[in-house]
């Protein structure tokens, strides 16, 4: 499973801090989609998918989140809570997302534009095709 931590250059003084990412350089795709998830309630669980092609790096701005990530063989639990740090994901990785704090909110750059067909939105069919995938 290919995720890791990017860490962001930070700049601030006593105005406040500044983060700024550049795909080529922290990200390492091009950017086609930005989003971002808010206003989720306490006790709820989000994504349940996984994508055939598509790479993300997903950072909460603000508050904090829990990342679960699980590849078909093995799963990682990933706390973000910084806003200079964000998530690499890497394609055929299943990920949830839960235990959100008040106010969170989870920034999500994307390599392709939406397209439902690169999703796998059953766990089962998952682990079925990661399975062909990798024989």
């Excluded at 930070?10 to 950017?31: C, S």
Aim: glycine residues 6%; charged residues 30%; proline residues 1%.
């Amino acid at each position: 499973m290919e995720v890791k931590l990017v860490n962001f250059q930070q700049h601030g003084d006593e105005r406040g801090h500044l983060v700024a990412v550049e795909e080529g350089k922290e990200i390492p795709f091009t950017i086609k989609r930005v989003y971002y998830i808010y206003d989720t309630a306490k006790n709820v669980r989000r994504g349940y998918h996984a994508h055939k092609s598509l790479h993300q790096v997903l950072f909460c701005v603000n508050g904090a989140c829990t990342i679960h990530l699980d590849d078909g063989e093995e799963c990682k639990e990933v706390r973000l809570d910084k806003p200079y740090e964000g998530l690499y994901i890497d394609n055929l990785t299943w990920r949830e997302m839960y235990d959100f704090t008040d106010g969170a909110v989870l920034m999500v750059l994307a390599s392709e534009l939406y397209n439902e067909d690169d999703y796998i939105r059953n766990y089962q069919e998952f682990i079925d095709y990661v399975r062909e995938v990798r024989k």
